[in-house]
């Protein structure tokens, strides 16, 4: 599907959708831009697909020792045998690190845009379609899946395979407690994917401001990981 434009003169051309790899690009550089364009003609497959591969690349440059010091740690810490199986089962994590996003990717975007469209629709009245909402999560992931890339190199380089870059690790001063784990699940990725969402919801509602919509995600996304925080103590 095209999109129409016209011209001075007067004449309507017909302007393709971007290409994916451009689409990555506007994302981070011209979201609104893009999300123009995805309300016309949305898009999910192919960014679905290319969100999972950068996740999987990322995960791939993290060496299969880094997943069994992890994982030794976590057993050790709640008084379990590591057993014969240890190994193996780090092994297995560790493929499923890279492979596993094929899968759960699609599904967190699939999740993430039906719970969004019941946030927006009680937030402000959302009357745009799932399927668009879902072509802009889908898109906007693709900022989470280049942050987990970009951290790949940093996780194999500290050993941590559950190593992020959050509020709580910029301000690592706080001492351990409720609000240090709540600062933790704020993940600055994410945090810029929900502003993504919000954005293009109300891009794709056009009945709403894109800062009403980033607002009211942010919210939502602050008061589920203040419940986490909560129940994680």
Do not use: C
């Amino acid at each position: 599907m095209t999109e129409e434009i016209e011209s001075p003169d007067g004449e309507v051309s017909q302007s393709p959708l971007p290409s994916l790899p451009r689409r990555l690009g506007m994302v981070v550089l011209s979201p609104i831009a893009l999300f123009e364009r995805l309300k016309q003609d949305p898009r999910i497959v192919g960014p679905l697909i290319l969100g999972a591969v950068l996740v999987g690349v990322g995960a791939a440059v993290i060496p299969v020792e880094a997943w069994e010091e992890m994982l030794r740690e976590q057993m050790l810490d709640a008084g379990q045998d590591l057993g014969d199986g240890f190994t193996m089962a780090a092994r297995v994590s560790w493929v499923f690190s890279i492979f596993g996003p094929l899968v759960f990717w699609p599904l967190m975007a699939v999740i993430t845009a039906g719970l969004y469209g019941a946030v927006f629709l009680f937030g402000f009245g959302y009357e745009g379609s799932y399927r668009k909402l879902l072509s802009v999560t889908a898109h906007a992931l693709l900022v989470a899946a280049l942050g987990m890339l970009l951290l790949g190199p940093v996780r194999a380089m500290t050993g941590d395979p559950s190593l992020t870059l959050s509020v709580g690790s910029l301000l690592f001063f706080f001492e351990e407690g409720y609000l240090a784990r709540f600062l933790g699940l704020l993940d600055l990725f994410n945090l810029w994917v929900y502003i993504l969402i919000g954005a293009g919801a109300a891009v794709v509602d056009g009945t709403r401001s894109r800062t009403e919509g980033a607002v009211v995600a942010v919210a939502a996304a602050m008061l589920i990981s203040a419940v986490i925080a909560a129940f994680t103590g």
